[in-house]
Structure formats: structure tokens, C-alpha cells
């Protein structure tokens, strides 16, 4: 999809739930990586889901394999608190 075709979708409700993840490589050849550690600017891309008005969903995806106890929960975890402090940090100001 074309990006003004994937804003069009964005505006007028057609996508609903934007899997919002982070990668280290490229297509067909990544490895999956927190938020904050991979090659997209996340921030700049949560900015342009504000900047047309995105109303829906944010969630993580896949994340990046981790040791310890509940090393699935963490990540994920990791990546919704993630997700969290930049929206706050992009909200505006009162």
C-alpha cells in the first residue's frame, strides 16, 4: 500500500489496529526488536498516526525473545509501557 492509500484507510476508520513493532533488518531478513532498539524512528511514527487523527488501537505485535520468568509477559510488557510513554509524550501540553 501506497502511504497517502494507507493514511486514506487510516482517516476513514478501515484499519482499525495498527501492530505497532520495531525490527532490526529488512523484509524477509529481521530479527524482532523492542521498540526503542530497532531501525524505525518510532516516536516519528507514532507523531504521524497522531498528526491525521488515528482514533484506534495500538498493540504490540511480535517481541523479541527474552530469558527470566515470564520472559513473554515482560516484553510485552515492556513494549505497551513503551507504546504508553510515547503517546503520552506526544499529547499535547495543557
Known amino acids: 500500500m501506497m502511504r497517502r492509500e494507507i493514511a486514506c484507510n487510516l482517516i476513514t476508520g478501515n484499519i482499525f489496529n495498527v501492530h505497532f513493532r520495531n525490527i532490526k533488518g529488512r523484509k524477509l531478513d529481521f530479527m524482532e526488536a523492542f ?41 510485552f510488557a515492556y513494549c505497551y509501557g513503551y507504546i504508553q510513554a510515547l503517546i503520552d509524550a506526544l499529547a499535547p501540553r495543557p
Open 35 to 75: 521498540p526503542d532498539e530497532g531501525d524505525m524512528d518510532m516516536p516519528h511514527s507514532l507523531a504521524a498516526y497522531r498528526d491525521i487523527g488515528y482514533p484506534h488501537m495500538l498493540m504490540p505485535d511480535h517481541v523479541p525473545q527474552i530469558d527470566g520468568r515470564d520472559p513473554s509477559g515482560v516484553a
